[in-house]
């Protein structure tokens, strides 16, 4: 029997894969975070599956769970918010599976800042201006991070700039990002992305811890600092060469 690793996408039930959905309609098994899962995400499973929120869990609980299914004959999805590429714990669940001969297999999900993306209708590469996108987070009562991947060491590419898991520290970040990027950079702020309560919020380094702390966000939160944010308002952006009117394009015979 096979341990499927399933991105649930941000939030939003319709945002699933097929194969997602698919995996969902067929599994007996399934874990989920109900920290971020909603009950329109978890009705696409069958009627008669075993549902297990792992909220208040442990890694060796949730693992234990896992290996009973696959003694048990049943097939497991564990359902990991956004996609499992990103901050999902796949390494240390997936080693502990193939220490107990476990096998496993991983769907992707929508990424929490690509439904950010979207919500502020907005692409975070544009050409001339930034090509680069840097996900990552800042270090709280978590896990460490790397002395490589410092902030302000990140901040010096000023690439459009994603962050997750920090909304509380969200004035701290804001003065130390405003060094490299300045205090009119552009901010935007994205909440539940993709569910009914989603939260926008726009500003500027200088000004968005204001509106962070007065909306009283405190989770389920991404940071997007950069200057492709509001590009639309500028006369003269630069044409991506692919669509550029003066490239020369040659047909196919």
């Given amino acids: 029997m096979t341990v499927h690793f399933v991105g649930s996408g941000p939030g939003a039930a319709d945002l699933l894969t097929l194969r997602a959905v698919n995996l969902l309609r067929e599994v007996p098994v399934v874990l989920y975070a109900g920290t971020y899962l909603d009950a329109e995400t978890l009705s696409h499973c069958r009627d008669d599956a075993e549902l297990i929120d792992t909220q208040h869990l442990d890694l060796d609980e949730i693992t234990a769970h896992l290996v009973d299914a696959h003694r048990r004959g049943l097939d497991a999805v564990r359902l990991c918010s956004g996609d499992p590429s990103l901050y999902s714990a796949l390494t240390e669940q997936t080693r502990r599976l193939d220490a107990a001969g476990v096998p496993w297999d991983v769907t992707p999900g929508v990424p929490a800042y690509a439904a950010a993306a979207a919500a502020l209708g907005t692409e975070l590469t544009v050409p001339e201006l930034v090509q680069t996108v840097v996900l990552t987070r800042t270090q709280?009562?978590?896990?460490?991070?790397?002395?490589?991947?410092?902030?302000?060491?990140?901040?010096?590419?000023?690439?459009s700039l994603v962050l997750h898991l920090a909304i509380t520290r969200v004035r701290v970040l804001a003065e130390e990002l405003t060094v490299e990027y300045?205090?009119?950079?552009?901010?935007?702020?994205?909440?539940?992305?993709?569910?009914?309560?989603?939260?926008v919020l726009r500003g500027t380094l200088a000004d968005i811890a204001d509106s962070v702390e007065a909306t009283g966000l405190k989770h389920t939160?991404?940071?997007?600092?950069?200057?492709?944010?509001?590009?639309?308002?500028?006369?003269?952006?630069?044409?991506?060469?692919?669509y550029d009117p003066a490239r020369e394009r040659h047909g196919l015979g």
Wanted: include cysteine; hydrophobic fraction near 50%.
């Fill in 140 to 159: 709280a009562r978590s896990t460490a991070m790397p002395g490589t991947e410092a902030l302000a060491r990140v901040a010096g590419l000023r690439a």
């Fill in 221 to 242: 939160a991404v940071i997007v600092v950069g200057r492709a944010l509001g590009v639309r308002e500028q006369p003269d952006v630069a044409c991506s060469h692919l």
């Fill in 182 to 199: 300045g205090a009119d950079c552009p901010v935007a702020v994205v909440a539940f992305a993709s569910r009914p309560g989603q939260v």
